[in-house]
Structures are given as structure tokens and as C-alpha cells.
């Protein structure tokens, strides 16, 4: 499985970024897609996941201000960031999980977030 995430970037404060994640590979019907991020000299924490079924979960600090959704026909999953804070800067990382058991990462995305 392979997670290829787009979308990163500068942006000011109260500013929107879409970020978006391709999956490719052999991916199973029933799954979790997502999104964690990590911030310089921080654990990696999650920010929004989202079942094939379209069940979601957010972190408290992005409720309000985030929208995962996904597209399971592509296995692609978005994260529509509005209202965009400095705290929100960080590497943004692509996550599926699938069999409970197995999970894959992307990359991670830079979003930069300038007050």
C-alpha cells in the first residue's frame, strides 16, 4: 500500500488549505483513512480519521475548523483546513489503517501557518 498525500503550503492565519491523499495498491473495502500531524519537537498527534463508511472522528483543537471527507470509489481522503491558526503548522502525514491491524503511512505535507 502506498499513500501519495498532495496539498501543503503557506498560508496565512485564518486562511484555508485542501490537503488531499491518494492510496494505492491493495487496499480493502473496509478501512480507516486519515490524517495525523507533528510539530517541530512534538509527538506526532491525530487531526481527523474517517471510516469507509463515512464515520468521523477529530481531534478538540480542529472540530469546527476541519472537514475530512473521502471519495472510496478513488481511495482518496481530503482534509479541508478553514480558519487556519500558527499552531496548526506542522507536517501533515496521510494514514490508512485496514484488518484492524495494518497501518500505512504517506510521507507528510508541510502546512506552514504565518501569523
Known amino acids: 500500500v502506498q499513500l501519495q498525500a498532495f496539498g501543503g503550503g503557506l498560508v496565512q492565519a485564518g486562511g484555508s488549505l485542501r490537503l488531499s491523499c491518494a492510496a494505492s495498491?491493495?487496499?480493502?473495502?473496509?478501512?480507516?483513512m486519515g490524517w495525523y500531524r507533528q510539530a517541530p519537537g512534538k509527538q506526532r498527534e491525530l487531526v481527523a480519521l474517517?471510516?469507509?463508511?463515512?464515520?468521523?472522528n477529530y481531534a478538540d483543537s480542529v472540530k469546527g475548523r476541519f472537514t475530512i471527507s473521502r471519495d472510496n470509489a478513488k481511495n482518496t481522503v481530503y482534509l479541508q483546513m478553514d480558519s487556519l491558526k500558527p499552531e496548526d503548522t506542522a507536517v501533515y502525514y496521510c494514514y490508512l489503517n485496514q484488518r484492524g491491524w495494518a497501518n500505512f503511512w504517506g510521507q507528510g505535507t508541510q502546512v506552514t501557518v504565518s501569523s
Open positions: 495498491g491493495s487496499i480493502f473495502s473496509t478501512n480507516v
Open positions: 474517517i471510516t469507509s463508511g463515512g464515520l468521523t
